[in-house]
């Protein structure tokens, strides 16, 4: 397959995947995000701690990216990155962009939160407001689509995709502070499912840009200096 037809192949996966997260967000627009926002407020649900310290981890891994970002530069200076070390970079560097996404889009949606946490922002259960505002900027409706979840999939999604042995582990890492989100009525679910699929598609493209998609060949075992060395080439990345 030509790169052309990986990318276009690549590209209509994405609108399948866009698409189906556009009929979710639709569906849980008008029959879920208001009873479930409803119902952790009613329960007091967003009162049990573990679930606020959950959501802690995605912004303090974006504010740390950039160092780990310069050690990885510097390290480079003193040869190829292993595949590891490549993978960390593609991800930082995936987590930022998946950011940046996630702010211009919240600026583009202008939904209001699920409550009211700051500066008197209007919101379902705080002031009964609900629903988009199109082209409206500004932190107090900035709830679609999540950060928390743009962060996490942009990050967590480069190491699925590159490193597939490491899915489980992400996926038991990510699935409760997804959870937190919505019992801490921070989100509204459709704000999680749109910024989760906004982060893994960004995940998804830096992979394949980073080339991180692409199986290494293997390398026949043989006594010599040579191929001991091009097995050990093998196992690093350029």
């Not at 996630?102 to 409550?115: A, H, K, N, T």
Request: charged share 15%; glycine share 6%.
């Amino acid at each position: 397959m030509t790169t052309n037809e990986e990318y276009r192949n690549l590209l209509r996966r994405s609108l399948v995947v866009t698409g189906s997260c556009i009929l979710a967000v639709v569906i849980c627009y008008f029959w879920v995000d208001r009873s479930v926002a409803f119902f952790v407020y009613e329960h007091h649900v967003n009162t049990i701690q573990v679930f606020r310290w959950l959501t802690y981890p995605p912004p303090e891994v974006q504010n740390w990216s950039a160092l780990v970002l310069t050690i990885l530069i510097v390290r480079r200076a003193w040869g190829p990155f292993l595949r590891w070390q490549k993978v960390l970079l593609v991800a930082c560097i995936s987590l930022i962009v998946a950011d940046d996404f996630r702010i211009s889009l919240g600026d583009v949606f202008g939904r209001y939160w699920p409550e009211t946490w700051t500066h008197d922002n209007p919101s379902l259960i705080g002031t009964g407001t609900y629903g988009f505002h199109p082209f409206q900027r500004g932190d107090d409706i900035g709830s679609f689509p999540s950060g928390h979840a743009c962060r996490i999939f942009g990050f967590a999604g480069v190491w699925m995709t590159a490193m597939p042995g490491s899915r489980v582990v992400a996926i038991v890492l990510s699935a409760p502070m997804l959870v937190s989100l919505v019992a801490m009525n921070y989100h509204f679910v459709s704000d999680v499912i749109a910024g989760s699929v906004l982060g893994a598609l960004v995940a998804v493209y830096a992979t394949h840009l980073a080339r991180l998609n692409k199986c290494r060949a293997s390398v026949p075992v043989s006594d010599s200096s040579k191929s001991r060395a091009t097995r050990v080439n093998a196992l690093r990345d350029v």
